[in-house]
Nanobody, 120 residues
Framework: QVRLVESGGGLVQPGGSLRLSCAASGSFFSITGMAWYRQAPGKQRELVAFITGGGNTNYADSVKGRFTISRDNAKNTVYLQMNSLKPEDSAVYYC??????????????WGQGTQVTVSS
């Protein structure tokens, strides 16, 4: 019912920047919360940043001040601007969206993941 397509990952040197994008398509009434998670080998998946439908945001302590989450409601897209990247930021990044698909139901959907590697 809902498809999420991520893009923007890649290889970058420490101190560099990347911008991730996640576009939602399909059949739904509206998107409420949107978020970015990441998972490194041998680690649990962790929440990186979250944005509500009203534009309120929160961030993991490890990325606060360096990453910025934003959304374009007209394009059903969420972004993650990543600056001052560190090797410990290397992970597969996943977007997650919560949608309202009827007057009484909602659901969470995941993107396919995009690899971010920070290395000199």
């Amino acid at each position: 019912q809902v498809r999420l397509v991520e893009s923007g990952g890649g290889l970058v040197q420490p101190g560099g920047s990347l911008r991730l994008s996640c576009a939602a398509s399909g059949s739904f009434f509206s998107i409420t919360g949107m978020a970015w998670y990441r998972q490194a080998p041998g680690k649990q998946r962790e929440l990186v940043a979250f944005i509500t439908g009203g534009g309120n945001t929160n961030y993991a302590d490890s990325v606060k001040g360096r990453f910025t989450i934003s959304r374009d409601n007209a394009k059903n897209t969420v972004y993650l601007q990543m600056n001052s990247l560190k090797p410990e930021d290397s992970a597969v990044y996943y977007c997650n969206v919560q949608v309202i698909d009827s007057s009484i139901t909602s659901g969470d959907y995941w993107g396919q993941g995009t690899q971010v590697t920070v290395s000199s």
